[in-house]
């Protein structure tokens, strides 16, 4: 809530502010609706009762000094501060509020550079809604000050007025810059002033200020050299002065020492300004500015200039004058010109790239030190000399945890280490001012470490960048004839684990005869300090220890041997591991040396990488779980007291084996608990939100259609099926896993949307439901909106597999897709016992492994299985108009 006075116990009228200038003029409120508000040009009417001693007394020392030609900076400033002493003891005589409040001087109030006649600019900060006792505090505040005949420029806010503070006026925001506090409470205060000290409302300061003095000075013709100059708004006259200084103190504290002006000379020229302006001040008895003609003759009386004429006089002053102006302008001109923009706390974005606004606060604070690189790579550009300078003066002083304080601190590392342009730079300037080796220690270990041999060509901190930098090269645009390793790159859900296991794969090296054995022993602790969770410390600890196989594979065996294929597939396990240990190993080889990885080396690197995704994708349904196995004994070794072991074993014998390195041990206790007690007709669930995308468990016993209605529930709420598992045991019971996007948002925006999805799916499967009408609108909006991009491709391999007929399918990626795929699968009578999910960009690839009657496909089956999906698939965009029975599940 904000609110303002223009007269005595109204306090809602709306804030008046002048668009010209840049502090904030407010509201002027008198005592009664008769007084006139007191400005430039007009004169302070009577004021009621006399001042109080206090003011009476700072009132005549003003006087005397400015007579004197004195009244400069240090008089205003112990005027400012009698001033403050009054407020005081008008604050503890207002009624007492029931809310927190802070009195905040603002403007030349809150520089302490009050004239005789200035106005008196306050916020009064509540800490709550403002409401009768607030009222009654504000005007036993004001009142006093209205009773003196001084102009009160202020504004009442509450904190919420706050929360998106870089929003606000931006004269207000600007006369912000000098609050200090006068009375009230300190701890509202501290939370104001850190509200306002942001990158957002720093920026959005400085740009409304260029935009505030531009338009000031046209009304001058953007010309300092007046002959009847205005001390306060003139090019070079005050309100420049305080221009610059608010740039500097918004970007760079140092900002106007580092510029062609010396500091001293602006100050002297503010207390010469403000001599002047106090002289007019006192003679006008107003708050009146513009030095004319018959003021500068008492001006340069006063000032003490020599000369026997008035003309000497004023001519020297006038002198003096544009020789101070002058100084202003070119400060200001400086400050402009060579501010850094804010780019995040205590950093700016300047001429030499990002730098420390407060190198000395930097100094002290090394868990800041990893934004400026972040910062850096935002803006493509690097980092400062200085700020490098800082951080290698300063960085053994402190201890590995000093660096990365907090998960958010960690989480920021990881997220720097995501490939895209400037990475490898960025990196580079960390390993050289000693940053990257307190982050990650090991890396220390390799920093100019030399490997003899003739096959390297470079230290092995540098080969280790170089990689990182190949893996960079792989995330622009256009990669060249890498082109088909840069696909796999854009498919990874979490790149920045490559990069972070490029820098710590070869730390080992020196140090024992199996460096490999090494890099991964020295990486543990890194990985633990980062946070890491165990799956991703796991795939860390995979990638450096095998970051040597997917080569000596490749290189070295017959990869036309399909025992070969299998076994390195074997070691893999997963596509995810595949695509990043295929990338580690390109970049590991390219950064040996120049044409290292030659075009053959390439090619049977990416023969490799097929024919193992083939090999995963087409073939691993064949592999069970067996009770005696070492997967299902661990398991039931470290089980959770409510899982018995034989519960245990009878959930896992008989699924796919890449169940057990597909789910974390946490996550399959929880499918054996949703599996117990499972009826017929009942549906066991699990949502759960993981990064991005959403994870469903479904378990249930086997039914007809049951995963095709699954696709077409989800498919119904607008979900988007990224991937999905299923998997049945020889009990029939089945455990199906979706990932989703959720697009449309609806588990975010609804209430009970989880509660919705749960019971359309108990419903489907049940038979209560028939999904297929669920989906005939949303299918009928969608075809009108979505074209084919490509003819859709069915094929049937029943040569990859013993056990299954494997079904791929390529096609568009559209809303329904496998709910009608899987749908006639189910009409001709197979079953699904797996199906691997894979969308890349518009293109669905769909890979089913089916039976039919617990054996493959014959070849007529396949044929008319084939044909009738092709159908279906050319005319996805009609509606199904065909009649079914109804289906058990819907």
């Not at 008089?75 to 905040?104: G, K, M, N, T």
């Not at 009654?136 to 706050?162: N, S, T």
């Not at 002058?326 to 400060?331: E, G, H, K, L, P």
Request: net charge negative.
């Amino acid at each position: 809530m904000r609110r303002s006075s223009r007269t005595q116990g109204a306090i809602c009228a709306p804030i008046a502010i002048q668009s010209h200038s840049e502090c904030c003029t407010h509201s002027r409120a008198s005592p009664d609706n008769e007084r006139p508000a007191a400005g430039d040009g007009q004169a302070l009417p009577p004021a009621g009762p006399p001042p109080p001693p206090i003011l009476s007394a700072a009132r005549r020392e003003l006087c005397d000094e400015t007579a004197r030609g004195q009244a400069g900076r240090a008089a205003l400033e112990r005027y400012s501060e009698r001033f403050d002493i009054l407020l005081r003891q008008f604050f503890a005589a207002a009624p007492a509020p029931q809310q927190p409040v802070s009195v905040v001087a603002m403007g030349g109030y809150g520089r302490r550079q009050l004239c005789l006649h200035s106005d008196i600019d306050l916020l009064l900060l509540f800490g709550g809604r403002i409401g009768d006792a607030e009222e009654r505090f504000v005007r036993g505040l004001l009142h006093p000050l209205w009773d003196l005949g001084l102009v009160v420029g202020h504004q009442v806010r509450d904190i919420e007025d706050f929360e998106r503070l870089e929003s606000d006026n931006p004269e207000f925001l600007l006369a912000l810059v000098d609050a200090r506090a006068i009375d009230g409470s300190s701890a509202l205060f501290e939370w104001f002033t850190a509200a306002f000290h942001t990158p957002a409302a720093h920026a959005r300061v400085v740009d409304a200020l260029a935009t505030l003095v531009d338009e000031r000075h046209a009304r001058f013709n953007s010309t300092l050299y007046q002959l009847e100059p205005d001390v306060k708004d003139a090019p070079g006259a005050l309100r420049d002065v305080h221009a610059a200084r608010a740039i500097a103190a918004l970007t760079d504290p140092a900002l106007l020492r580092q510029g062609p002006e010396d500091p001293a000379r602006l100050d002297d020229a503010e207390d010469f300004l403000l001599r002047i302006r106090s002289i007019l001040h006192l003679d006008a008895k107003r708050n009146h500015n513009v030095l004319t003609h018959s003021m500068q003759d008492r001006a340069a009386d006063l000032l003490g200039y020599p000369g026997a004429l008035p003309q000497q006089r004023v001519e020297r002053m006038m002198g003096d004058y544009f020789r101070h102006a002058r100084s202003v302008a070119r400060a200001l001109a400086w400050a402009r010109r060579a501010a850094p923009v804010p780019v995040g706390s205590n950093l700016g974005r300047g001429r030499d790239g990002i730098r420390f606004i407060d190198i000395r606060q930097a100094a002290v604070q090394p868990a800041t030190w990893l934004g400026a690189f972040q910062a850096a790579i935002d803006a493509n550009c690097g980092v400062s000399d200085d700020a490098l300078a800082c951080i290698r003066q300063n960085a053994e002083r402190f201890a590995v945890d000093d660096f990365l304080p907090t998960p958010a601190h960690r989480a920021a590392f990881l997220r720097l280490l995501q490939p895209r342009a400037g990475l490898y730079e960025r990196l580079s300037e960390m390993h050289d001012c000693g940053l990257l080796g307190c982050i990650v220690p090991p890396f220390k270990h390799i920093t100019s470490r030399v490997v003899r041999d003739f096959y390297h060509k470079y230290t092995v901190d540098e080969h280790t960048l170089l990689a990182i930098r190949n893996i960079e090269r792989l995330a622009l645009p256009s990669t060249g004839d890498r082109d088909r390793f840069a696909s796999l790159l854009q498919d990874l859900d979490a790149p920045e684990l490559l990069v972070l296991s490029l820098l710590l794969h070869d730390v080992g090296k020196g140090r024992g005869t199996d460096h490999v054995i090494e890099s991964v022993s020295m990486a543990r602790p890194t990985l633990s300090q980062l946070g890491l969770q165990p799956e991703a410390r796991a795939l860390v600890e995979f990638l450096i220890a095998n970051h040597l196989r997917m080569s000596q594979v490749a290189f070295r065996r017959d990869t036309e041997d399909p025992e070969i294929v299998r076994q390195f597939a074997s070691l893999v396990a997963l596509e995810p591991r595949l695509k990043l240990l295929s990338l580690l190993t390109v970049a590991d080889i390219e950064a040996v040396g120049p044409d290292t990885l030659t075009p053959w080396k390439a090619e049977l690197l990416w023969r490799l990488y097929v024919d193992t995704y083939n090999q995963l994708t087409l073939g691993y349904g064949d592999d069970l779980i067996e009770r005696s196995e070492s997967g299902p004994s661990e398991l039931v070794a470290s089980r959770p007291p409510d899982l018995p072991e034989p519960e245990i074993a009878r959930f896992v014998e008989g699924l796919p084996r890449r169940y057990l390195q597909l789910f974390d041990e946490e996550t399959i206790y929880r499918h054996v608990r949703l599996s117990r007690d499972i009826h017929p007709d009942e549906v066991h669930l699990w949502l759960d939100q993981k990064s991005s995308a959403w994870e469903l468990t479904v378990v249930t016993l086997d039914k007809p259609f049951l995963f095709s209605n699954i696709c077409g529930v989800l498919s119904s709420f607008g979900m988007d099926i990224l991937r999905g598992h299923a998997m049945t045991n020889p009990n029939g019971l089945v455990l199906d896993v979706f990932q989703f996007t959720d697009q449309e948002r609806f588990l975010e925006l609804n209430r009970g949307a989880r509660e919705q999805i749960f019971g359309v799916l108990e419903d489907v499967v049940s038979g209560r439901t028939n999904v297929t009408e669920r989906l005939r609108g949303r299918e009928e909006s969608l075809v009108h909106r979505r074209q084919a991009r490509f003819t859709p491709v069915v094929h049937c391999d029943n040569q990859s597999s013993k056990r299954y007929t494997i079904l791929d399918i390529t096609a568009d990626n559209a809303l329904g897709l496998l709910y009608r795929v899987s749908r006639v699968i189910s009409r001709h009578g197979c079953d699904v016992d797996l199906v691997l999910i894979a969308t890349e960009g518009h293109k669905a690839i769909d890979v089913f492994h089916i039976t039919k009657a617990g054996a493959k496909l014959s070849d007529s089956e396949q044929l008319a299985l084939a044909a009738r999906l092709q159908r279906t698939l050319e005319r996805s965009d009609e509606v199904d108009q065909e009649h079914h029975p109804a289906e058990q599940g819907g």
